[in-house]
C-alpha cells in the first residue's frame, strides 16, 4: 500500500513531483530522455489489456494451465513470456456462477501493469475507490451498467504494492466451437477488472 503521505496529493501535485524528479534524475545523468519516452510508449502502447486476454483464453482452453494461474499468477504468466514492473506479486481469482469479483486499490492505483497496462483514469479516482468497497453491486449497476444478480456474491480485492489483483472472467455461453485467438478476441479490459463481462460472441 502507498503511505497515506500518497493519499493526500492531488493528481496535479503528483504529476508535477513526477516531472521535477524526471528532470532532476536527467540532469544527474541516471536517466535519459529517450529512456523515459520508452518506458512511457512501452506501457502506452505495447503491454495492455490484450495480453491479459492471452492468459485468460488460455486459461478458459487448457484446465492445467488454468490451475497454475489461479496457484500463481506471476508464474503462470511468465510461461507466456508475460510479466515485468509492477506484475511480481499478481493474484488471479476466478469469477464463477456464485461468485463475482472486483478489483480496487482504495489507496492509490496499484494495478497489475503486466497484463493490463497502465489503469483507466476512473480507476485511480476517488469515486471508484471508495464507492465500490460500499455498494460494489449499486455502482457496477449505476455507473458500469452492468448488474449482477443478487444470487451471485460480490468480492472487492483491495491490491498493494505487495499484491496486484486481477480478475478470470467467466467463459462467455455459446464458444465452445471458438479458437484461442477468437476467444482472446472476447477478452475486455473491464471483464478483468471485475467491472464488465468478456464479450458475447457474433454469431
Ligand atoms: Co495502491
Redesign the pocket.
Known amino acids: ?2 503511505s497515506t503521505d500518497t493519499v493526500l496529493r492531488t493528481q496535479e501535485e503528483i504529476t508535477a513531483r513526477v516531472k521535477a524528479l524526471e528532470a532532476l534524475l536527467i540532469e544527474r545523468g541516471v536517466l535519459t530522455t529517450a529512456a523515459v519516452d520508452r518506458l512511457a510508449e512501452v506501457y502506452e502502447n505495447e503491454v495492455g489489456p490484450q495480453l491479459g486476454a492471452k492468459v485468460v483464453a488460455r486459461a478458459w482452453t487448457d484446465p492445467e494451465f488454468k490451475a497454475r494461474l489461479l496457484d500463481n499468477a506471476t508464474t503462470a504468466c511468465a510461461e507466456l513470456g508475460i510479466g515485468g514492473l509492477q506484475g511480481e506479486d499478481m493474484i488471479v481469482v476466478e469469477n464463477t456462477d456464485t461468485v463475482h469479483n472486483v478489483l480496487v ?7 497489475p501493469w503486466p497484463v493490463l497496462g497502465l489503469p483507466p483514469n476512473w480507476y485511480k479516482a476517488p469515486p471508484f475507490r471508495s464507492r465500490i468497497v460500499r455498494e460494489p453491486r449499486k455502482m457496477l449497476a449505476e455507473d458500469f451498467g452492468f448488474p449482477v444478480p443478487d444470487s451471485i456474491e460480490i468480492r472487492v480485492w483491495d ?3 505487495e499484491l496486484r489483483y486481477w480478475v478470470l472472467p467467466q467463459r462467455p455461453v455459446g464458444t465452445e466451437g471458438l479458437s484461442v485467438e477468437e476467444l482472446e478476441a472476447l477478452v475486455t479490459r473491464d471483464s478483468m477488472i471485475g467491472v464488465g463481462p468478456a464479450a458475447a460472441p457474433v454469431s
Open positions: 500500500m502507498a486499490c482504495t489507496l492509490c492505483s496499484c494495478y491490491s498493494s504494492s
